[in-house]
């Protein structure tokens, strides 16, 4: 659950582009939201001061990146629906787990490598400083879904190692 969870959040900040602009909707689109990929991606526009070549060079980016991912969503859904079916009828049968699982950890594998595939490239478009404002701006947005993660679901406090 770690595991997944920690690819999700950093495709979460890096990807937060092109998974807004995969995830809007058509009555979004209608209402004029799809401009630079909604409003998030406005603001972080404007925080890194983005010229409007970069923020044209961003979305076109992300529009590339959004076609690539939109085929990887969708055999991502698939397998979660075959895995949902799976040992209803009270019977493992790891033949199709395993294929399941291999299938779904391709599909992660090329979502990562999309991922990093259009990080570069948006990093490419901005100065040295816009760099480091992202970089302060991710840490800022991990640690806000870590504290909305420990709010929601209690976190644990961290329990040392003991030596033996």
Known sequence: MKK????FLIMAFVGVGAVLIFAQT?????MG???FGGRRLERIAEKLNLTEEQKTQV??????SKTRLKPLMESM?????QA???GIDGVFNEEQVNRIAASQSETMKQLIIEKEKTKARIFAVLTPEQRVEAAKMKD???????EGFKRRFGGREEVPATEE
């Not at 859904?77 to 629906?81: A, C, I, L």
């Open 33 to 35: 939201e799809m401009n």
């Open 77 to 81: 859904r698939e397998n979660h629906k």
């Open 26 to 30: 058509e009555k979004r689109e209608r």
């Open 84 to 86: 949902e079916n799976l």
């Open 59 to 64: 979305k076109t980016i992300l529009e590339d």
């Open 4 to 7: 997944a969870l920690t690819i």
């Open 140 to 146: 800022k947005f991990k640690e806000r879904v870590k």
